[in-house]
T-cell receptor, first 115, second 112 residues
């Protein structure tokens, strides 16, 4: 059974600082997604990573995928208050042999950026 | 309208009520999903429909009954729910299962 673990689950950081959120998963898959969720709102798609070594960047966020290590990172550069949200990674279970057709989500990382 | 829409956005119901949640996607996708998001649990997949056929049912109690009449519409029929069913119910769609899923705004359900 595919398991997806994120850490940290809670992250409080100062504006202007850098930090990384980690997403580990238990079974090889070559497709991983990052989502953002603001309080009381739905999930907003951020990145899709489709191959080993894939790197995507949007503003102050950069995501990467290492399929051999079964690890994805979401790096935050010079954080600003607007980035405060919960960030989820999700792994495509359908890409795993015998896997069912679904995404398996991590528990989310709640990020708070303090002024 | 664009994207994925859900109605109602908020719903309060008693345990003996019957209600339905509606989801509509305007993206031309052929896969649709229901998720449950509780305060203390990770996002839980409930149902997956691909080309209007159910392909995944994650041991969801029978008091939740999905319906997918066509590739653009998805319903979740609710009957004799329990207070622990109170949660945010999210609908999503994608072009084929396993592809990037686009989420609706959710229905905040409270069961009294």
């Amino acid at each position: 059974e595919l398991k997806v673990e994120q850490n940290p689950l809670f992250l409080s950081m100062q504006e202007g600082k850098n930090y990384t959120i980690y997403c580990n998963y238990s079974t090889t898959s070559d497709r991983l997604y990052w989502y953002r969720q603001d309080p009381g709102k739905s999930l907003e798609s951020l990145f899709v990573l489709l191959s080993n070594g894939a790197v995507k960047q949007e503003g102050r966020l950069m995501a990467s995928l290492d399929t051999k290590a079964r690890l994805s990172t979401l790096h935050i550069t010079a954080a600003v208050h607007d980035l405060s949200a919960t960030y989820f990674c999700a792994v495509d279970n359908s890409r795993i042999q015998g896997g069912s057709e679904k995404l398996v989500f991590g528990k989310g990382t709640k990020l708070t950026v303090n002024p | 309208e664009t994207g994925v829409t859900q109605t109602p956005r908020h719903l309060v119901m008693g345990m003996t009520n019957k209600k339905s949640l509606k989801c509509e996607q305007h993206l031309g996708h052929n896969a649709m999903y229901w998720y449950k998001q509780s305060a203390k649990k990770p996002l839980e997949l409930m149902f997956v429909y691909s080309l209007e056929e159910r392909v995944e049912n994650n041991s969801v109690p029978s008091r939740f009954s999905p319906e997918c009449p066509n590739s653009s519409h998805l319903f979740l029929h609710l009957h004799t729910l329990q207070p622990e069913d109170s949660a945010l119910y999210l609908c999503a769609s994608s072009q084929d299962t396993g592809r990037f899923q686009f989420f609706g705004p959710g229905t905040r359900l409270t069961v009294l």
